[in-house]
């Protein structure tokens, strides 16, 4: 049984550029999250998906954009990158928008 | 005021030695209460949910006081293996948005 995906693990941009990150929920799962996690840091809400709208959204600027497909997975679109935007961003799965969430490995997000 | 507040730390224990998280959070309406373990440059995994009766598993125990929006976490008989941040986590009922606490670092040495 596979769990949380994401995809790429390691990623490096320049300033200015716009990124897509991409992640799988687990299997059974039909509702995904997307947290940003600064170093020494918690990890903090941006958004989240169910039955492929955005229904909840954290304090993220609109740079921040997300998707949902179908088949349940998701995508973390980021415009306009800033210095600031570097962290792991972390995908976390669910059911039914359930509290009990499965989080991915992250994506390393590195902006130069 | 943060919604999820955490003791700063870093700890430092010996093998053996029993150590408490404690935690507080600020929205009366939080309906779900999660301990997280995250291991260095990995992504966070549950370790345990809370409930209002308290919960231990194996040498885990975790407590929830409503009243005092206050949760804890205990760990006995620490192991190397323990060493991590562990992460206070609350939720909702109405979603599965989840918010963490900055974490405190847990260091077991020999």
């Known amino acids: 049984d596979a769990g949380v995906t994401q995809s790429p693990t390691h990623l490096i941009k320049t300033r200015g550029q716009q990124v897509t990150l991409r992640c799988s929920p687990k299997?059974?799962?039909?509702?995904v999250s997307w947290y940003q996690q600064a170093l020494g840091q918690g990890p903090q809400f941006i958004f989240q998906?169910?039955?492929?709208?955005?229904?909840q959204r954290g304090n993220f600027p609109d740079r921040f954009s997300g998707h949902q497909f179908p088949n349940y997975s998701s995508e973390l679109n980021v415009n306009a990158l800033l210095l600031g935007d570097s962290a792991l961003y972390l995908c976390?799965?669910?059911?039914?928008?359930?509290?009990?969430?499965?989080f991915g490995q992250g994506t390393r997000l590195t902006v130069v | 005021r943060k919604e999820v507040e955490q003791d700063p730390g870093p700890f430092n224990v010996p093998e053996g030695a029993t150590v408490a998280f404690n935690c507080t959070y600020s929205?009366?309406?939080?309906?779900?209460f999660f301990w997280y373990r995250q291991d260095c440059r990995k992504e966070p995994k549950l370790l345990m949910s809370v409930y209002s009766s308290g919960n231990e598993d194996g040498r885990f125990t975790a407590q929830l006081n409503r009243a005092s929006q206050y949760i804890s976490l205990l760990i006995r008989d620490s192991k190397l293996s323990d060493s991590a941040t562990y992460l206070c986590v609350v939720g909702k009922t109405s979603g599965s948005r989840l918010t963490f606490g900055e974490g405190t670092q847990l260091t077991v040495n020999p």
């Open positions: 998906y169910y039955e492929e709208e955005e229904r």
């Open positions: 929205n009366s309406a939080s309906q779900s």
């Open positions: 976390a799965s669910s059911y039914r928008m359930n509290t009990e969430a499965f």
């Open positions: 299997s059974g799962h039909d509702t």
